[in-house]
Nanobody, 118 residues
Framework: QVQLVESGGGLVQAGGSLRLSCAAS????????MGWYRQPPGKEREFVAA????????SHADSVKGRFTISRDNANNMLYLQMNSLKPEDTAVYFC???????????WGRGTQVTVSS
């Protein structure tokens, strides 16, 4: 059983920063890829960033490259998304996921709202 809980969302002005956190419980995240998706209002869920099991490989969507940084702390079962230079188009519900090794299945958190005002 895996449980993921996001936190750190809120209201921020354009150009500001937020750090999202995802706490995992029920199963260690140390062998699983993890990452973030987001869902803007009225749109489909879209990929944001991913990180492999030990944190030595990351991927970021073109829309957030250079602004967002994904990281993880396996000792504390935590996943992070540092978001800098935020834009109004970053407004969305942000979801973290955990993907067990050798699967395409993803466990999902319930999401945290990020709102960026102009």
């Amino acid at each position: 059983q895996v449980q993921l809980v996001e936190s750190g969302g809120g209201l921020v002005q354009a150009g500001g920063s937020l750090r999202l956190s995802c706490a995992a419980s029920g199963r260690t995240l140390s062998t699983s890829a993890m990452g973030w998706y987001r869902q803007p209002p009225g749109k489909e869920r879209e990929f944001v960033a991913a990180i492999n099991w030990n944190g030595d490989s990351t991927s970021h969507a073109d829309s957030v490259k250079g602004r967002f940084t994904i990281s993880r702390d396996n000792a504390n079962n935590m996943l992070y998304l540092q978001m800098n230079s935020l834009k109004p188009e970053d407004t969305a519900v942000y979801f973290c996921y955990l993907q067990p090794p050798r699967t395409t299945f993803k466990y999902w958190g319930r999401g945290t709202q990020v709102t960026v005002s102009s």
